[in-house]
């Protein structure tokens, strides 16, 4: 287990009490209940979105499930954007359950760091610029994570190298790179950069506990960072997805008319959410069973990726080869 070796502390390792410097990233219809226990249990921080268990039962019961697995620290991802109808339960439900850490994505992310902060559990907030991230911090954020070129879903349009030190430079709070971090060699990066934590998706698409169809798990193996194209055409928000065969005959960009829709204000309101609706639909039978209609999100680390293991053999691995990095540079 990954918990027998050495610990590597930094202020993210501190903040939350764990042995590991690294998030099990929040993934889209990826993440589930095994994987944010096992990343917990082998000394990182499991976190999963709430939006991957529907109706809000089945939310409900995952976090009642997790919870009663381990006694360590684990997170959800709340979407905070208007148009997600179930991010006030969402949080009420994580906190009750004790989730020690909040990740918001695509909104303000206010009222969940008032909420948390009343519980005692911290918040981290997605961004991808400095004009966020001095944002998030303003608002009391305990930490950001940066999302850089290389990230699956939707990624940011910086490097990782120039975005992590840049945000290093101007902030007080705690930094978590993402975007290409799938090797222990690479958090060895992440940290050099003045990162305190690395979040970690695509190596765990190809673990045991991801629940989605193994071909979707042999694809991310298979694939290579050339492999990676962003897209609007899914969200409407670039997103970063692997080339197959239906990507390139649907095209990269989103849909003129809804692009034309989405580009006026007084039909945006309306045409954000069902972009996103659409997507998710896309992405859900893609990921859950064979289909022609192909459409799998992954980051430019897929490279990194050659093998299906469980989440606490990856953990294991990271950390030693962690260890490895650090050992064989330059003195």
């Keep these: ?36 226990v096992a ?13 991957n268990f529907r109706p809000v039962e089945a939310y409900r019961s995952a976090l009642r499930d997790i919870a009663a697995r381990t006694s360590k620290p684990w997170g959800v991802n709340i979407i905070v954007n208007k148009s997600n109808a179930r991010r006030k339960e969402d949080l009420r439900h994580a906190l009750d359950n004790g989730a020690r850490l ?12 008032r909420e948390a902060h009343k519980s005692g559990a911290k918040v981290f907030c997605d961004v991808t610029n400095l004009q966020h991230a001095q944002k998030a911090q303003d608002l009391g954020a305990d930490g950001v994570i940066a999302v850089g070129v290389g990230a699956g879903g939707h990624a ?25 971090f799938a090797s222990g060699r690479t958090i060895a990066a992440a940290l050099a950069l003045g ?19 193994g071909a979707y798990k042999k694809a991310v193996v298979d694939a290579t960072p050339e492999d990676i194209v962003m897209t609007t055409r899914i969200s409407g928000t670039p997103a970063a997805v692997i080339r197959t065969p239906y990507v390139e005959k649907l095209g990269l960009d989103l849909h003129w008319a809804l692009k034309a829709l989405k580009d006026q204000p007084r039909a945006k309101k309306y045409v954000v959410p069902l972009i996103h609706w659409l997507g998710m639909r896309q992405l859900e039978e893609a990921a859950n069973k064979p289909t022609w209609k192909t459409v799998w999100s992954a980051g430019q680390s ?22 490895d990095a650090v050992a064989g540079m330059p003195k």
Excluded at 156 to 180: C, N, T
Excluded at 195 to 213: L, P, Y
Excluded at 302 to 319: S, Y
Aim: aromatic share 8%.
């Design 302 to 323: 897929v490279g990194l990726v050659h093998d299906i293991l469980p989440c606490a053999e990856i953990m294991e691995r990271l950390v030693g080869e962690y260890f």
């Design 39 to 51: 990343v917990s249990e082998a000394g990182g921080i499991g976190t999963f979105p709430a939006l």
């Design 1 to 36: 287990m990954a918990s027998s070796r050495e610990a590597i502390p930094t202020d993210f390792t501190r903040l939350f009490g764990i042995r590991y410097p690294i998030i099990g990233a929040p993934m889209f219809l990826v993440s589930n209940v095994e994987m944010v």
């Design 102 to 113: 909040l990740v918001t994505s695509l909104g303000s992310p206010a009222e969940v760091i």
């Design 156 to 180: 940011g349009p910086v490097s990782p190298i120039v975005l992590v030190p840049w945000l290093k430079e101007k902030l007080r709070i705690p930094i978590v790179a993402a975007g290409g």
């Design 195 to 213: 990162a305190s934590a690395a979040h970690v998706g695509t190596r765990f698409i190809a673990s045991v506990e991801a629940g989605v169809d």
